[in-house]
């Protein structure tokens, strides 16, 4: 299926299947209903790295069906009439989602951390896909600069879901010029873990990020256990 559309196309070709759980590679398939699909990210950059697409067609409540050319990208779909029904739609599907992370983090590390939804402000596939990431950023995949600096959540390049939302609710949302965008991601790497240092190369960073997760790790655990013993005593 790949092949055939372009590397580029294989989103919008599996928001396009009538039976995606049956349809799809193995190991590909999350969840899906009549308006959303969601996979696993085939190049995870974190533990627990999600896309969500909206269905093509994609039922609209009045009735209809959003034009495919308004799912093409973010900045299409900003453009249209039904962003905010559509984005509503994504956003309920991500609370799904992210309840479903932390349900398998607290069974897996026995503990939760944040989760973060958004957009990349520029796609690199076709079709709208909102990423439902967490934040530790430990995946072997994420080997270079641009794909740090494309989820950081303080650079700008990342969109988050809810700010992207109220922006359309109070008027719209107004991309910036590719340019721009593509320039955050020669930013130098810089730790989303306070003092926020900066590093010369991906392994440091990953040295760095793997030992201040293990931390909070501990230090949750840790106030879990005396949260536990305080209510027993008590």
Do not use: C
């Given at each position: ?6 590397w ?29 699909l ?19 067609p994609f ?21 249209s ?15 799904e ?52 600096n ?57 040295r ?7 931390k ?19």
């Amino acid at each position: 299926m790949g092949s055939r559309a372009g590397w580029d196309r294989v989103l919008e070709d599996y928001a396009k299947l009538k039976s995606p759980e049956r349809e799809l590679p193995p190991g590909v398939w999350v969840t899906s209903d009549e308006k959303t699909l969601t996979i696993f990210d085939g190049y995870e950059k974190a533990k627990y790295h999600l896309l969500i697409l909206p269905r093509a067609p994609f039922p609209l409540e009045s009735g209809g069906t959003v034009p495919a050319s308004h799912l093409v990208n973010l900045a299409s779909l900003l453009k249209s009439p039904h962003a905010l029904e559509v984005l509503k739609v994504l956003e309920r599907q991500a609370d799904e989602v992210k309840e479903m992370i932390r349900d398998e983090m607290e069974k897996e590390e026995g503990w939760s951390w944040d989760v973060r939804v958004g957009f990349h402000a520029v796609e690199s596939m076709r079709h709208v896909h909102l990423h439902v990431i967490s934040s530790d950023m430990l995946s072997p995949k994420l080997k270079n600069k641009k794909h740090w600096n494309s989820f950081h959540p303080t650079l700008g390049y990342f969109l988050h879901l809810s700010n992207v939302i109220r922006e359309v609710e109070n008027g719209g949302y107004v991309l910036d010029s590719r340019a721009s965008y593509e320039a955050l991601l020669k930013e130098p790497l810089v730790s989303t873990y306070p003092p926020y240092e900066t590093f010369k190369t991906i392994p440091d960073l990953q040295r760095h990020l793997q030992r201040e997760w293990e931390k909070e790790g501990r230090t949750r655990k840790q106030a879990a256990g005396q949260a536990e013993s305080n209510s027993k005593s008590g």
